[in-house]
């Protein structure tokens, strides 16, 4: 089946520091690649959508300049989120499609955030 | 305002019946439906999905119903085994999955031996 790796799977970073998560289709070319977030015992949420070679599209209350993200090529997202403050602690976690026509989205593992 | 809602937080099936996941939509949009499972520590794995044309997919012992009518969806999997045991998420899209996901809290599936 379709593998996304995502990396790192746990950061612990102090205030202020930007942190740089990877999303990879390891077996396929991902036209789309989307990031989300999950705070405790909430759903996930969509953050944004990515394309690659083209700017992201950010859901509304996400801050673009927060959240960086690139998408460089057809098997490799990032998302960095820059001068990170406690409360962005949260699990990222990325999907990617390998066309958009109702097609699944196959999910990394995510990554746990911890700012201290 | 959330527009996927699973109402059961948890659900206790025994092992080798019918496990019933229930899922409601707000959204008439969303034209593609999607169910996904989680183990902790890992990401969501794809089950099964339906679009808005269909009312019913299956998929060996998972099968999705789809109530355009009611916004409703469920997940039947039957028989049930030990390794159900999860979280299972819902999950709905517009435009073919476009716009990205909007997904339900969860429903952690536990299945009895």
């Known amino acids: 089946g379709a593998v996304v790796s995502q990396h790192p799977s746990w950061v612990i970073c102090k205030s202020g520091t930007s942190v740089k998560i990877e999303c990879r289709s390891l077996?396929?070319?991902?036209?789309?690649m989307f990031w989300y977030r999950q705070f405790p015992k909430q759903s996930l949420m969509l953050m944004a959508t990515?394309?690659?070679?083209?700017?992201?599209?950010?859901e509304q209350g996400v801050e673009k300049d927060k959240f960086l993200i690139n998408h460089a090529s057809l098997t490799l997202s990032t998302l960095t989120v820059t001068s990170a403050h406690p409360e962005d602690s949260s699990f990222y976690i990325c999907?990617?499609?390998?066309?958009?026509?109702?097609?699944?989205?196959?999910f990394g593992d995510g990554t746990r955030l911890s700012i201290l | 305002d959330q527009q996927v809602k699973q109402n059961s937080p948890s659900l206790s099936v025994q092992e080798g019946r019918i496990s019933i996941l229930n899922c409601d939509y707000t959204?008439?949009?969303?034209?593609?439906f999607l169910w996904y499972k989680k183990y902790p520590a890992e990401g969501p794995t794809f089950l099964i999905s339906?679009?808005?044309?269909?009312d019913k997919n299956e998929d060996g012992r998972f099968t999705v119903f789809l109530n355009k009518s009611a916004k409703h969806l469920s997940l039947h999997i039957v028989p049930s085994q030990p390794g159900d045991s999860a979280v299972y998420f819902c999950?709905?899209?517009?435009?073919?999955?476009?716009?990205?996901?909007?997904f339900g809290k969860g429903t952690h599936l536990i299945i009895q031996p």
């Open positions: 999907s990617a499609v390998w066309t958009v026509g109702n097609q699944p989205q196959h």
């Open positions: 077996d396929f070319q991902a036209t789309t």
């Open positions: 990515s394309n690659e070679g083209s700017k992201a599209t950010y």
């Open positions: 959204n008439s949009m969303f034209d593609y």
């Open positions: 339906i679009s808005s044309i269909k």
């Open positions: 999950a709905a899209a517009s435009g073919g999955g476009a716009d990205g996901l909007t």
